[in-house]
């Protein structure tokens, strides 16, 4: 498994990362949480050494598993988790069903006491804004609040996560440009590169890393999903549009030339090595629910890099919509 760092930054981690917020949860299919504990038990063994969560998922359930199966192993991995929602109030019947945020300095600080009591430890690698509007970028009071906890040592850095739709432009690229963090985390991959482009281009000036969510597009890079695919009641994919799987399904016919047998690539490892292939990018963190996933996930660390050719070829159909007519929303 080779490592990257996040931009100026000490911090050293995995390229492949474990995205862990759908175990124990029924969020992305149904995930229990001793089939986590195993999950998170090969992850190590697999070489991956990045484990992103949030205080936010499951009300904490999430990084107690995650402090459970990876306290023993503190000292050779990297945790990140993020803050910022009142975990105590019920979700908002709008802002896609999010719940309140403060981002004033005793809150931050009693949230990361928190985390640090469930994930049993003593600092956080990584301490994300999670899903931070332009009040909270604009904030002094909580970035001064996160360099006094990194002065004490409980946290390493601290960056944005950016969300929870693929978006949020202007906030991404204010705190790059604005605040000294070390990273940004969007939603970033081969069909959906937008505004991560942008991100990439302010962080390589500033010194920050990019962080890459959802980079199979919410399971159409594993290619295993067809027309007559239906998402149950707790997935979260059955939000999406139907012209997401329908556009999805035909762009994905495009870029077969990534994968295959003559390139030693999965439609997923290919669009893991896409996304690596991009300078500024530190860290890819996908959705792992199983283990076929896993090992194929982490199985990208050891395939062929994208040549200059297959990256040329898809830059030039991203530009053209992938030669795919837009289908309706109606």
């Given at each position: 498994?080779?490592?990257?760092?996040?931009?100026?930054?000490?911090?050293?981690?995995?390229?492949?990362?474990?995205?862990?917020?759908?175990?124990?949860?029924?969020?992305?299919?149904?995930?229990?949480?001793?089939?986590?504990?195993?999950?998170?038990?090969?992850?190590?063994?697999?070489?991956?050494?990045?484990?992103?969560?949030?205080?936010?998922?499951?009300?904490?359930?999430?990084?107690?598993?995650?402090?459970?199966?990876?306290?023993?192993?503190?000292?050779?991995?990297?945790?990140?988790?993020?803050?910022?929602?009142?975990?105590?109030?019920?979700?908002?019947?709008?802002?896609?069903?999010?719940?309140?945020?403060?981002?004033?300095?005793?809150?931050?600080?009693?949230?990361?006491?928190?985390?640090?009591?469930?994930?049993?430890?003593?600092?956080?690698?990584?301490?994300?804004?999670?899903?931070?509007?332009?009040?909270?970028?604009?904030?002094?009071?909580?970035?001064?609040?996160?360099?006094?906890?990194?002065?004490?040592?409980?946290?390493?850095?601290?960056?944005?996560?950016?969300g929870p739709a693929i978006g949020w432009r202007e906030e991404g690229l204010r705190a790059i440009r604005t605040r000294e963090i070390a990273s940004v985390q969007t939603v970033y991959n081969l069909l959906e590169q937008d505004p991560g482009r942008d991100f990439m281009a302010a962080a390589a000036e500033e010194g920050v890393g990019v962080m890459a969510r959802v980079p199979?597009?919410?399971?159409?890079?594993?290619?295993?999903?067809?027309?007559?695919?239906?998402?149950?009641?707790?997935?979260?994919?059955?939000?999406?549009?139907?012209?997401?799987?329908?556009?999805?399904?035909?762009?994905?016919?495009?870029?077969?030339?990534?994968?295959?047998?003559?390139?030693?690539?999965?439609?997923?490892?290919?669009?893991?090595?896409?996304?690596?292939?991009?300078?500024?990018?530190?860290?890819?963190?996908?959705?792992?629910?199983?283990?076929?996933?896993?090992?194929?996930?982490?199985?990208?660390?050891?395939?062929?890099?994208?040549?200059?050719?297959?990256?040329?070829?898809?830059?030039?159909?991203?530009?053209?919509?992938?030669?795919?007519?837009?289908?309706?929303?109606?």
């Amino acid at each position: 498994m080779r490592t990257r760092r996040f931009g100026d930054t000490d911090l050293e981690v995995s390229e492949i990362g474990f995205g862990t917020w759908a175990l124990g949860s029924t969020w992305w299919g149904d995930v229990s949480e001793s089939s986590g504990e195993r999950l998170l038990g090969e992850a190590l063994e697999l070489g991956v050494t990045f484990f992103e969560t949030g205080d936010a998922y499951r009300q904490g359930a999430n990084e107690e598993l995650v402090g459970r199966v990876l306290a023993p192993h503190r000292d050779a991995i990297q945790i990140s988790t993020k803050f910022g929602y009142v975990l105590s109030d019920s979700r908002q019947e709008h802002s896609e069903g999010e719940r309140p945020q403060r981002w004033d300095g005793p809150f931050i600080r009693a949230a990361l006491e928190q985390s640090l009591r469930r994930l049993r430890t003593d600092r956080v690698d990584l301490y994300q804004l999670h899903n931070p509007r332009g009040e909270a970028i604009d904030s002094d009071e909580c970035f001064a609040i996160l360099e006094e906890l990194r002065t004490e040592g409980k946290i390493r850095h601290y960056g944005v996560a950016l969300g929870p739709a693929i978006g949020w432009r202007e906030e991404g690229l204010r705190a790059i440009r604005t605040r000294e963090i070390a990273s940004v985390q969007t939603v970033y991959n081969l069909l959906e590169q937008d505004p991560g482009r942008d991100f990439m281009a302010a962080a390589a000036e500033e010194g920050v890393g990019v962080m890459a969510r959802v980079p199979t597009s919410s399971g159409l890079l594993d290619d295993n999903l067809t027309l007559e695919t239906t998402f149950g009641p707790g997935d979260h994919r059955r939000h999406r549009p139907r012209e997401w799987l329908v556009d999805g399904l035909q762009k994905i016919d495009r870029i077969r030339f990534l994968c295959g047998p003559q390139t030693g690539r999965t439609m997923a490892q290919a669009a893991l090595r896409f996304i690596l292939a991009q300078p500024q990018m530190t860290v890819v963190i996908p959705t792992i629910t199983n283990q076929t996933e896993l090992r194929e996930y982490a199985g990208a660390a050891d395939v062929p890099d994208l040549t200059e050719d297959e990256l040329s070829r898809v830059a030039e159909l991203y530009r053209g919509n992938f030669n795919v007519e837009p289908v309706s929303a109606t």
